[in-house]
């Protein structure tokens, strides 16, 4: 009976493991198809790709991506100029969004005060349920401070620290001997140079990883742009604002999409060269209350 049972057992177990590897070749396959669907086509030529999208190309038109750097413009800024804005905007929302979240995951972690588990329950509200309505009551608050279109001070607008970073971080944080923070303190230490020299080294591949997952969001995002920074704009912004007169490029829609792989290009790079340590330090950390 025991040798029937563990026959079943096994049986099942192969079958199984067949089901989600059929399942997961088939996310991959609509995972990746529009990708390859996009190179197909910004090889193309104009005419080629209005006659059939879906036909694998017959021209293999390279000069399509130098053709980018040319004539890819929105307004009298360039991809060059757009380049740049995806660049400083990632930087900077990347540094001081995971920089907030890090200060306070620490003070919530580590420090007992007033309103501490008000505050913790705050963070949990925001990343859980989706405030859409704050959107326009956010733009009303950022024009009034004069911070709309305004690279010097829209920065501010990205420091809340109430985001998925401060999850993660504080669950880190929770986990960490306060025997480290202790030693600092009888050899005279303060408050500052406990964080910056103590707590925040034990966490540094999580805010390594947390970096990178926001530097992917922030590379791929056009709505901010769109909203608070449309003099500036970015890639992603670009991209999405020349989709309706594309075909009016020179080399029409193929050009298009050979800026849409270029600009896709540093994030698959990023993602794929560093997925093991994202999700290794993703996981460990967690909701500590």
Not at 167 to 182: C, D, R, T
Not at 190 to 209: D, K, N, T
Request: include cysteine.
């Amino acid at each position: 009976m025991r040798k029937i049972a563990s026959k079943k057992s096994g049986l099942n177990e192969k079958i199984t493991a067949v089901i989600f590897f059929i399942l997961f070749v088939v996310i991959a396959f609509m995972c990746i198809y529009p990708f390859m669907w996009a190179i197909n086509n910004s090889l193309k030529l104009h005419r080629e790709y209005m006659r059939d999208s879906f036909a694998i190309t017959d021209s293999w038109v390279i000069s399509n991506y130098s053709l980018v750097f040319s004539s890819f413009k929105l307004g009298n800024m360039g991809y060059f100029d757009m380049l740049f804005n995806s660049l400083w905007i990632l930087v900077v929302k990347v540094a001081v969004n995971v920089g907030a979240s890090a200060m306070l995951a620490y003070a919530l972690a580590r420090f007992r005060f007033p309103g501490k588990e008000f505050l913790y329950t705050v963070a949990i509200f925001v990343n859980t349920i989706p405030i859409i309505g704050s959107g326009p009551a956010a733009f009303k608050l950022l024009s009034a401070l004069k911070m709309v279109e305004n690279p010097f001070t829209i920065w501010l607008s990205w420091a809340s620290g109430f985001d998925f970073a401060f999850i993660v971080l504080y669950g880190y944080f929770k986990g960490v001997s306060p025997a480290y923070s202790e030693s600092a303190y009888i050899d005279g230490a303060g408050e500052l140079r406990v964080f910056f020299s103590i707590m925040l080294p034990q966490v540094l591949p999580c805010l390594v990883a947390i970096m990178i997952t926001q530097a992917i969001g922030v590379w791929n995002d056009y709505g901010t742009v769109m909203i608070y920074l449309r003099k500036s704009p970015n890639l992603a912004y670009g991209i999405y604002m020349l989709y309706q007169t594309a075909h009016t490029l020179e080399g029409g829609i193929p050009v298009y999409f050979a800026a849409a792989v270029i600009s896709a290009l540093p994030v698959i790079v990023l993602y794929a060269s560093t997925q093991k340590l994202i999700m290794t330090n993703m996981t460990a950390g967690g909701l500590k209350g």
